[in-house]
T-cell receptor
Framework: DTEVTQTPKHLVMGMTNKKSLKCEQH?????MYWYKQKAKKPPELMFV???????INESVPSRFSPECPNSSLLNLHLHALQPEDSALYLC?????????????????FGPGTRLTVL | DAKTTQPPSMDCAEGRAANLPCNHS???????VYWYRQIHSQGPQYIIH???NNETNEMASLIITEDRKSSTLILPHATLRDTAVYYC?????????FGTGTQLKVEL
């Protein structure tokens, strides 16, 4: 199984709602990632979990709260979002590295969740 | 993080080789050069990566200059399905920083 799955595919939420995005992989990967992608822009890294611990937070606002319950699952909890947070949210996983060695650390991406905040 | 420069768009005739350049003059010694592509409305897809030597796999070839300041991704026989945005991204550890990429359009 070389697939990263994301649910839901589409999500529409109001600014007062609380929702969660889910990501799952069964490749035995130990690093998982959240990216945000606005239209016609490249993906921007938000969070990295390495061996189930948060290792990188790219100064993301606290209304986005990541969670890694186990090595196969990654969640992104959303609360009090703004319309400008509307974007494609991509999850990815990779074998995971220790230190700075990035050999054989290609990332496998899911299809994304298209989020609209009203 | 190393910065990248890629042409915003390129066209290629189907069946011909597509050569996509990338400048990464600030790449660090331990950073690999990774290439990904993103077909419209899909997640990015890994293509190939390399450190110093040229690399080839079933999808593409990667040529890295001796000084490692630039690289070229080669799709030897482009097809319509290769139409996508192509990103080169130096990477150390777990972090990928995508530049603006090159929109490759393959036409009949």
């Amino acid at each position: 199984d070389t697939e990263v799955t994301q649910t839901p595919k589409h999500l529409v939420m109001g600014m007062t709602n609380k929702k969660s995005l889910k990501c799952e992989q069964h490749m035995g990967h130990r690093a998982m990632y959240w990216y945000k992608q606005k239209a016609k822009k490249p993906p921007e890294l938000m969070f990295v979990y390495s061996y189930e611990k948060l290792s990188i937070n790219e100064s993301v606002p606290s209304r986005f709260s990541p969670e890694c319950p186990n090595s196969s699952l990654l969640n992104l909890h959303l609360h009090a979002l703004q319309p400008e947070d509307s974007a494609l949210y991509l999850c990815a996983s990779s074998r995971g590295t220790s230190g700075r060695d990035s050999s054989y650390n290609e990332q496998f991406f899911g299809p994304g969740t298209r989020l609209t905040v009203l | 993080d190393a910065k990248t420069t890629q042409p915003p768009s390129m066209d290629c005739a189907e069946g011909r080789a597509a050569n996509l350049p990338c400048n990464h003059s600030t790449i660090s010694g331990n950073e690999y050069v990774y290439w990904y592509r993103q077909i419209h409305s899909q997640g990015p897809q890994y293509i190939i990566h390399g450190l110093k030597n040229n690399e080839t796999n079933e999808m593409a070839s990667l040529i890295i200059t001796e000084d490692r300041k630039s690289s070229t991704l080669i799709l030897p026989h482009a097809t319509l399905r290769d139409t996508a945005v192509y990103y080169c991204t130096p990477s150390g550890g777990n972090k990928l920083t995508f530049g603006t990429g090159t929109q490759l359009k393959v036409e009949l």
